[in-house]
């Protein structure tokens, strides 16, 4: 359980950083969909649920990805085969 937390506390790159907001925006959109006031049809409130099952998903997935994860960062310290050398 430290692992996990200390991963959502690391820096997250900036993809990711988007990919989230993304994420908490279709979840917004589909609990407004699913929390209308009005009846909906079926078709819409399905799509709500998808959009807010998939809007946690990317969230949850980037938040937990950190700055060491990136592969452009790697490349970026140690090249690609990591030694410090880049051929």
Do not use: C, H, W
């Not at 925006?25 to 799509?47: D, K």
């Not at 709500?48 to 997935?61: D, H, M, P, S």
Request: overall charge negative.
């Amino acid at each position: 359980m430290g692992e996990i937390m200390n991963r959502v506390k690391a820096p997250t790159p900036k993809f990711f950083k988007v990919l989230r907001n993304i994420g908490l925006i279709m979840a917004g959109v589909g609990t407004v969909l699913l929390t209308a006031p009005i009846s909906l049809p079926a078709a819409v409130v399905t799509i709500g649920g998808y959009l807010v099952t998939a809007g946690g998903v990317a969230t949850a997935v980037s938040q937990i990805t950190n700055i060491g994860d990136d592969a452009i960062g790697e490349k970026e310290e140690g090249g690609s085969d990591g030694d410090g050398n880049s051929s």
